[in-house]
T-cell receptor, first 113, second 115 residues
Framework: QKEVEQNSGPLSVPEGAIASLNCTYSDRVSQSFFWYRQYSGKSPELIMSIYSNGDKEDGRFTAQLNKASQYVSLLIRDSQPSDSATYLCAVIPPGTGFQKLVFGTGTRLLVSP | GAVVSQHPSWVICKSGTSVKIECRSLDFQATTMFWYRQFPKQSLMLMATSNEGSKATYEQGVEKDKFLINHASLTLSTLTVTSAHPEDSSFYIC???????????FGSGTRLTVV
């Protein structure tokens, strides 16, 4: 079982809609979770981090963490064509003394005008 | 915010030659940096963890003699791809954790093409 799993997509949504991106992780005791956005040919950029159960909102983005279900999601409200990118979920697995980040395969989001 | 500078942004080299990629933390000290590799349409795969003043920790399956990592100072880590072959062509990305921040900052990446 992969440490971090995401649906590769593409997920297609119309402009203005809510895009919902999902991620599951294998190790129940993982503590730190991140969402990154990566445009084609570019390096990832951090959207949000979340460490506690529940929701965390930042502008149009909301991260949701459910540790019991080992599930973390990202909601993008009022999706814009510029949000079209690959969204990477990342986790710090337990027992990694150097705090290494492990990525899922990413979900490609397409927002149509 | 934290900035990580990576150079070169792209490089083309001949098969059998070596290529060095630099990763610098510009406004913070990074005792630990990470090197990733990303093939087209795939996710980032961690290659190694670079530790200032000590040997790097390589992930399973990554040849440490082929991918030489040096982390000689708190702001600089280098990755040298030795005896490069076409299958080493990839997007190499470094990252560092800003101790005062909430995430990991990534360099802009290096597109390596071996011909």
């Amino acid at each position: 079982q992969k440490e971090v799993e995401q649906n590769s997509g593409p997920l297609s949504v119309p402009e203005g809609a809510i895009a919902s991106l999902n991620c599951t992780y294998s190790d129940r005791v993982s503590q730190s979770f991140f969402w990154y956005r990566q445009y084609s040919g570019k390096s990832p950029e951090l959207i949000m981090s979340i460490y506690s159960n529940g929701d965390k909102e930042d502008g149009r983005f909301t991260a949701q963490l459910n540790k019991a279900s080992q599930y973390v999601s990202l909601l993008i409200r009022d999706s814009q064509p510029s949000d079209s990118a690959t969204y990477l979920c990342a986790v710090i697995p337990p027992g990694t003394g150097f705090q290494k980040l492990v990525f899922g395969t990413g979900t490609r989001l397409l927002v149509s005008p | 915010g934290a900035v990580v500078s990576q150079h070169p942004s792209w490089v083309i080299c001949k098969s059998g030659t070596s290529v060095k990629i630099e990763c610098r933390s510009l406004d913070f000290q990074a005792t630990t940096m990470f090197w990733y590799r990303q093939f087209p349409k795939q996710s980032l795969m961690l290659m190694a963890t670079s530790n200032e003043g000590s040997k790097a920790t390589y992930e399973q399956g990554v040849e440490k003699d082929k991918f030489l990592i040096n982390h000689a100072s708190l702001t600089l880590s280098t990755l040298t791809v030795t005896s490069a072959h076409p299958e080493d062509s990839s997007f190499y990305i470094c990252s560092a954790r800003d101790q005062g921040g909430s995430g990991y900052t990534f360099g802009s990446g290096t597109r390596l093409t071996v011909v």
